[in-house]
């Protein structure tokens, strides 16, 4: 399974996500490419987690770095001087910038993992503009769109269809839950639910490699970040998944006979 995954700053690809994709990586069951659109959405030295703005640039080497440790196959990140932050035609450039460095094109890949549509623990609006972007680019394709939440979303009704849990390593798959909205949608979020079904999975991976990850950061505030963002030192992602995606990670974990099942419940239980 050939996964892409963009992200808007470097750190991003270390945390969200990072160890569930990390430990599915080293094992080679998945081919994880990261483009990161970082001077797309801000100019080097905004970051107000650094510990001197003026070696910001230096995140540009860490980032490669933190890919290497996460195990994911290639990557590019975007140091460009863009004149227009933001704007959807800045963030397609320089996503098409890294699919050519990268020597791929969109269609390459099975599935497309971008930032939540509601910007992760910060509410980021960079990363919510990463999602309107993925979500339009993937909608008349047939590549699939997933991101990771840090916790499950309120608004959609979250109903179990496992009763096992699958293993491999470092990674388990713990929950499967078909979602329904079941409150007001944001409208970002509307077309990636009413495409068809909407699941999501439960995933525990790899913390210690993805703090290892993240430790590459030599110019990152570790201890502010610690202390922000819960999903520091979480190893649990909760993967929502478009119809489209869901289909292919169904697949995925049903046919790959790498994937144990160490538990399993009737539903007497």
Same mark, same amino acid.
């Given at each position: 399974?050939?996964?892409?995954? =963009?992200?808007? &700053?470097?750190?991003?690809?270390?945390?969200?996500?990072?160890?569930?994709?990390?430990?599915?990586?080293?094992?080679?069951?998945?081919?994880?490419?990261?483009?990161?659109?970082?001077?797309?959405?801000?100019?080097?030295?905004?970051?107000?987690?650094? %510990?001197?703005?003026? !070696?910001?640039? %230096?995140?540009?080497?860490?980032?490669?770095?933190? =890919?290497?440790?996460?195990?994911?196959?290639?990557?590019?990140?975007?140091?460009?001087?863009?004149?227009?932050?933001?704007?959807?035609?800045?963030?397609?450039?320089?996503?098409? @910038?890294? %699919?050519k460095e990268l020597g791929k094109k969109l269609n390459d890949f099975d599935i497309i993992?971008?930032?939540?549509?509601?910007?992760?623990?910060?509410?980021?609006?960079?990363?919510?503009?990463?999602?309107?972007?993925?979500?339009? %680019?993937?909608?008349? !394709?047939?590549?699939?769109?997933?991101?990771?939440?840090?916790?499950?979303?309120?608004?959609?009704?979250?109903r179990p269809v496992s009763n096992s849990i699958k293993r491999a390593g470092k990674f388990?798959?713990?929950?499967?839950?078909?979602?329904?909205?079941?409150?007001?949608?944001?409208?970002?979020?509307?077309?990636?639910?009413?495409?068809?079904?909407? /699941?999501?999975?439960?995933?525990?991976?790899?913390?210690?490699?993805?703090?290892?990850?993240?430790?590459?950061?030599?110019?990152?505030?570790?201890?502010? &970040?610690?202390?922000?963002?819960?999903?520091?030192?979480?190893?649990?992602?909760?993967?929502?998944?478009?119809? /489209?995606?869901?289909?292919?990670?169904?697949?995925?974990?049903?046919?790959?006979?790498?994937? @144990?099942?160490?538990?399993?419940?009737?539903?007497?239980?």
């Amino acid at each position: 399974m050939k996964i892409l995954l =963009v992200t808007a &700053h470097p750190d991003d690809e270390a945390i969200w996500g990072a160890a569930s994709l990390s430990a599915l990586a080293q094992r080679g069951l998945i081919d994880v490419h990261v483009i990161c659109l970082w001077t797309a959405c801000e100019p080097m030295g905004s970051i107000s987690g650094t %510990l001197d703005k003026k !070696t910001d640039y %230096l995140r540009e080497s860490h980032f490669y770095s933190s =890919v290497k440790v996460l195990g994911f196959s290639d990557s590019f990140i975007a140091t460009e001087s863009y004149p227009e932050k933001l704007s959807t035609e800045t963030l397609g450039l320089a996503l098409k @910038q890294g %699919l050519k460095e990268l020597g791929k094109k969109l269609n390459d890949f099975d599935i497309i993992v971008s930032h939540s549509y509601y910007g992760d623990e910060r509410r980021h609006p960079h990363h919510i503009k990463l999602f309107n972007l993925i979500s339009e %680019l993937t909608k008349s !394709t047939d590549i699939g769109h997933s991101f990771f939440s840090f916790i499950p979303i309120k608004t959609l009704g979250h109903r179990p269809v496992s009763n096992s849990i699958k293993r491999a390593g470092k990674f388990q798959l713990i929950g499967e839950f078909l979602c329904h909205p079941e409150g007001e949608i944001k409208e970002n979020f509307s077309q990636f639910c009413q495409q068809g079904k909407v /699941k999501m999975f439960i995933c525990q991976g790899d913390l210690e490699t993805k703090r290892k990850a993240i430790k590459e950061y030599k110019t990152i505030d570790l201890i502010k &970040h610690d202390n922000d963002y819960g999903s520091f030192t979480s190893s649990t992602d909760f993967l929502y998944c478009d119809y /489209k995606s869901s289909a292919i990670i169904d697949k995925f974990f049903s046919l790959d006979k790498n994937f @144990q099942i160490p538990t399993y419940l009737t539903n007497e239980m």
